[in-house]
């Protein structure tokens, strides 16, 4: 009962907020539940909670972060309309979806983003240790490179995964884009 009613709040209220403190405005991103939560609510909430359990990553290597070019408008705060998919038996996760500016009236999606999230605790700002969302790996799209009908796509429809070799695979149109997780 209590987990139903934590995820019906995380729902409405976005389960998580990440500020990227780096760009030096304040960029939310709301996660938001993947639509399998819908028939599966607590599948989601229970693989999170298995994760913050676990003992936090250690800091990545530069060579094992892959981040392209931001989209992004500095100045511009704007909400990512992000679905989630955690990457089998690991505490990664993929995350999809569209960025709309909350200073523009139109609501209508700017870029695209996909990436590859791990969790981690550290000092962000001052002495007390904090949990965050590291990006291992980003690609942003303009809203008009996508296929036809893309935002429509679910986040299986998109995001691969090999358990064996590691390797989590994005299909945006006719393009593949490839990330090797690193070894634990």
Known sequence: MIKRTLF?????????????LALGQSLVYFEKPSPQLDTEPNEYLMKRSECEKRVPMDEPKQEQLDVGPSLHQRG???SWKNHNLFLGNTCFKASVGPSIYQDETDQIPDYYSINI???????????????????????DFKIQELPERFLERKIEEIV?????????????????????????
């Not at 691969?160 to 634990?184: A, I």
């Open 117 to 139: 999230e791990a969790r981690h605790v550290g000092k962000i700002r001052g002495e007390r240790p904090e949990e965050y969302w590291m990006v291992y790996f980003q690609r």
């Open 160 to 184: 691969s995964f090999n358990e064996k070799t590691k390797l989590v695979t994005f299909v945006v149109g006719k393009n593949k884009y490839v990330y090797q997780l690193p070894k634990p």
């Open 76 to 78: 511009h705060p704007a």
């Open 8 to 20: 019906r709040f995380g729902k409405i209220l976005g389960i998580a907020v990440i500020a990227y």
